[in-house]
Nanobody
Framework: QVQLVESGGGLVQPGGSLRLSCAASGGTFSSYTMGWFRQAPGKEREFVATIRWTGPSTYYKDYADSVKGRFTITRDNAKNTVYLQMNSLRPEDTAVYYC????????????WGQGTQVTVSS
């Protein structure tokens, strides 16, 4: 069982920056593909970014079109933590951000954090 705990959310003005963190425990962190999703009020949860460790100092990353060039996902396998650096924030980035971990070894297993609120407003 993997536990995920997000932190770093808050209120920020448009154009500002935040860094979200997601600390994982209870599993082999490096074997999981990690991701960030978000859910705005009245909307479905949507993909934001994902990162998968593919070898020594190499990673596969992907981003939603809406955040490309503004958000950066990284991971520190030694600290069992994944980060989301968010720059040039816009009001439409306002949402609850969720950390996700998944892997497929025989069968798919998936875990979610409890979420952290990000509000972009002046």
């Amino acid at each position: 069982q993997v536990q995920l705990v997000e932190s770093g959310g808050g209120l920020v003005q448009p154009g500002g920056s935040l860094r979200l963190s997601c600390a994982a425990s209870g599993g082999t962190f490096s074997s999981y593909t990690m991701g960030w999703f978000r859910q705005a009020p009245g909307k479905e949860r949507e993909f934001v970014a994902t990162i998968r460790w593919t070898g020594p100092s190499t990673y596969y990353k992907d981003y939603a079109d809406s955040v490309k060039g503004r958000f950066t996902i990284t991971r520190d396998n030694a600290k069992n933590t994944v980060y989301l650096q968010m720059n040039s924030l816009r009001p439409e980035d306002t949402a609850v951000y969720y950390c996700n971990a998944h892997r497929t070894i025989g069968r798919r297993t998936e875990y979610w954090g409890q979420g952290t609120q990000v509000t972009v407003s002046s």
